[in-house]
């Protein structure tokens, strides 16, 4: 009696699976792949293996491939809940705010001024996905679609990945990264950095564009 009593106690975690659409399960392989390119810039800091840098910008390129996945099956099936948006959102903070940022830091961005800007990077992605889900319904109108992004899409992270394994390709990893680096009150700031900058203002910006 005990054991079937502790077999019901550890299937009522898992009764929330039940309730996932299919939608839900390509927005949970996203975050799978973001938490997979964590896990390789974490070992090219052990090991200084270039490999795994391509590996980590790959697996990016994999969970855009489940958030585009996510969203056309989501529409196709017509089933889409608040669970399956939150779970879109927290995905997308893993797997193109929090993971593209540890993956300039892990290529050299390692100086205080570096890291001020990772983190302002990470925060701007965080905050538009809030505002994002928070005025969804306005922006499309009543309809079932948001017919335009209010700053860029946090995916469009993308780019500075692509950007990174480019400059890994070069070798230009470390003291060699692109653009060089200054110091300034004894502290470095690494100028490519500034591009993340740029990437996370046009996130929280009021520029608008269309959703194809």
Not at 182 to 193: D, E, I, R, S
Request: hydrophobic fraction near 50%.
């Amino acid at each position: 009696m005990l054991f079937i009593m502790t077999i019901h106690k550890l299937e009522k975690p898992f009764s929330m699976f039940r309730e996932f659409h299919l939608a839900d399960w390509f927005t949970l392989a996203n975050a799978v792949c973001g938490m997979g390119a964590l896990f390789s810039m974490l070992t090219y800091l052990q090991t200084n293996d270039v490999l795994h840098v391509y590996f980590a910008c790959g697996m990016l390129l994999a969970a855009l491939g489940f958030d585009i996945l996510d969203g056309r099956i989501a529409r196709w099936r017509q089933q889409t809940s608040a669970i399956g948006r939150e779970l879109d959102s927290l995905a997308d903070v893993i797997s193109f705010g929090v993971a593209p940022a540890v993956i300039g830091y892990g290529c050299g961005m390692q100086g205080l001024y570096d890291r001020i800007v990772l983190v302002y990077f990470v925060a701007c992605g965080v905050s538009r996905l809030a505002r994002y889900n928070i005025t969804a319904e306005e922006l499309s109108d009543g309809g079932d679609k948001v017919k335009y992004f209010e700053g860029t899409p946090i995916p469009t992270s993308l780019l500075l990945v692509i950007l990174m394994a480019g400059a890994a390709s070069q070798g230009a990893l470390g003291e060699a990264l692109w653009f060089g680096q200054v110091m300034f009150a004894g502290f470095t700031l690494h100028l490519m950095v500034l591009l993340y900058a740029v990437s996370g203002s046009l996130m929280v910006s009021r520029i608008r564009l269309p959703k194809l």
